[in-house]
């Protein structure tokens, strides 16, 4: 039993379902947020207030933003014939660091798993298969993860767009087998993207 205030402990154990920190780190971030209150803790709550009151999925790729379309769909530079899929918002953002690709995005919100209960109607797989029909995309990029769920995935999507006409390719070296795309580096995203080959 604790003698720490009840609001505090609750900000602790809110912090500690973050990636990355368990109850110790927690404990001590919060000890820091509350040292640095005026510098640190009041902006940190107002900007988590701003974003939790105006962040919303983009209508057209799923990517999140603070508007109904997000600024790469929104953008008219970028090429209207490729499509990069991913599982995750963390996935476009590590691809968009690397500054590689110049097309459109499609985020899934996950893979395909049956032990978790995500098949291809809980995913965004459905609204892609729509995309790639309505707006005449050449060639799908399927940048997945390399574990087991985002192969299935792979293999799913490639399988159901089969005779859209449009070119299915996946990222290729550099890519660790059982990698993830948010912990890699920007140049080897950058090689991987490079060398898609047909999936």
Known sequence: MTDTPREIEALIDLMARLPGLGP???????????KK????????????????????????????????????CA????????????ADVSDLWAMERGGAFKGRYHVLGGTLSALDGMGPDELRIPRLLRRVKDEGVSEVILALNATVDGQTTAHYIAEALAGSGATVTSLAQGVPIGG???YLDDGTIGAALRARRKF
């Open 24 to 34: 110790r780190s927690a404990r001590r971030a919060v000890l820091m947020l509350l």
């Open 37 to 72: 209150r005026a510098q640190v803790m009041a902006p940190l709550a107002q900007a988590m207030a701003e974003v939790a009151l105006h962040a919303r999925d983009c209508q057209v790729c799923g990517n999140i933003g603070t508007a109904d379309i997000c600024p790469v």
């Open 75 to 86: 953008d008219d530079r970028r090429a209207t014939d490729q499509i990069c899929v991913v």
């Open 180 to 182: 993830e795309l948010d």
